[in-house]
């Protein structure tokens, strides 16, 4: 896949522009589509350097995405400013605008200011597409237009779960089926060298070393009926967005939630439905905390794997030396 291309805000000879939120004015950098909010929580949670992993930056542009189609739909935003808007968040969606969300992960526990710097970064640059002027909020206001019908408390979570089930079904599966089939394949190989099997690294009794592989083998296959999409997601892909603050669904417009949830559906080729209960959807986590669960099983058995290899590749005149693993890179600098 061909990496996305940028997306860089034109800017004037000023290094920064004045922009303002409900606090006042604040100075930004004027080569940033970000805006107020965002400068404010840059001075505020000045914590570390991790900053909003990129899927979930993803997610934030295909929740954007939908909530302004979907308002299109509903007769509730002007067409016009609704498709800058959706040109603006496909572009945060495939990853041109991530140079412009800086935050870190260490900040308000409902994601406030990432949302916001998503609805600053679309707005700003569906306004550069009208040819407005950036940081003016006209046409397209980040709170009126790009966060219609949203709140921090829906869109947050919404955004997690997105981001999660695209990385299990994208990613994380592909991968694991993939390994699954090279240890298959190496226990298939190796199931005539017979060698010594151990307990507590002392000497026990002979087993092949394609048995041995096949126990690794047996691991993967266990993880992917575990991390299973229609099991172990199914709690996932139902999705908080059209709650807003509370779970009420104040001020969004009536069927938004459905459609938003078809709308995502669409868009990532996931079965991605509208939760039935906004209240539960909005106050806990439990199914992302079950799917942590499982991927820390697979953490853990994919450690044990690395480790067991590791150990029967030690040596190679000291150690216990039984594989050879193949050399990719040069050793301690005492001894390369």
């Known amino acids: 896949m061909a990496a996305a291309k940028k997306v860089h ?48 930056i993803r997610a934030l542009g295909i929740l954007k995405r939908s909530a302004a189609q979907v308002n299109m739909d509903l007769g509730v935003l002007d067409k016009k400013i609704g498709k800058a808007i959706v040109t603006a968040a496909t572009e945060v969606m495939e990853g041109k605008l991530d140079g412009h969300f800086p935050l870190v992960v260490w900040q308000t526990g409902s994601g406030t200011q990432t949302n916001m710097n998503a609805n600053e970064v679309i707005s700003n640059r569906a306004i550069e597409i009208l040819g407005g002027t ?93 991390i299973n999409p229609d099991a172990l997601l199914r709690g996932v892909f139902p999705l908080a967005q059209g709650g807003t603050a509370v779970g009420t669904g104040l001020n969004a417009k009536k069927g938004f939630d459905v459609k938003f949830a078809k709308e995502v559906a669409d868009i990532t080729k996931l079965p991605f439905v509208t939760a039935p209960n906004k209240f539960m ?8 905390v079950m799917l942590s669960g499982a991927l820390n099983t697979a953490a853990v058995a994919l450690m044990k794997i690395a480790n067991d290899i ?27």
Request: proline share 7%; aromatic share 6%.
């Open 310 to 336: 590791r150990l029967l590749g030690s040596g190679p005149r000291c150690g216990i030396g039984e594989i050879s693993l193949p050399e990719n890179e040069p050793g301690s600098s005492i001894m390369p």
């Open 9 to 56: 805000a034109k800017t004037t000879p000023a290094k920064i522009r004045k922009e303002t939120d409900s606090f006042g004015e604040i100075a930004v950098p004027a080569s940033m589509y970000y805006g107020a909010q965002t400068a404010r929580s840059l001075m505020n949670f000045k914590i570390g350097g991790e900053t909003m992993p990129k899927p979930l």
């Open 134 to 226: 950036m940081g003016s909020k006209k046409p397209v206001h980040p709170n009126d237009h790009v966060n219609m019908g949203q709140s921090s408390n829906d869109s947050f979570p919404t955004a997690m779960h997105i981001a999660a089930c695209e990385e299990v079904v994208h990613h994380l599966i592909p991968a694991l089926k993939h390994l699954h089939k090279a240890l298959d394949k190496k226990a298939k190989e190796f199931s005539k060298i017979v060698k010594i099997g151990r307990t507590h690294l002392q000497d026990a009794t002979p087993l092949t070393l394609g048995q041995e592989f096949s126990g690794y083998a047996a691991q993967i296959d266990y993880l992917l009926k575990v």
């Open 281 to 288: 959807a909005l106050a806990t986590h439990d199914q992302l």
